[in-house]
């Protein structure tokens, strides 16, 4: 089950559940299209896996499984 992080872990931007602008690469780290593009070239900073558009979780699912509310930021 995906975690749906809250947050680009770049700009600390908030990325609700239902954002389309959130990017996951298969370990979940997640950042804004924006610092996709622009910083990443659509390549995680952190394992070199391709960032692709997180799916979106129905809202009726949320409930059953709600997305995370720990905000991951890296240092960098």
């Not at 950042?31 to 692709?52: I, K, M, Q, R, W």
Request: hydrophobic share 30%.
């Amino acid at each position: 089950m995906l975690e749906l992080r809250p947050n680009c872990e770049r700009c600390d931007c908030d990325l609700p559940a239902a954002s389309r602008q959130a990017r996951i690469c298969s370990y979940e780290c997640t950042f804004c299209a924006d610092c996709s593009a622009t910083y990443f070239n659509h390549l995680c900073p952190n394992c070199g896996g391709e960032l692709v558009a997180r799916p979106i979780r129905p809202p009726h699912r949320l409930k059953l499984h709600p997305a995370s509310t720990l905000r991951v930021v890296a240092k960098r």
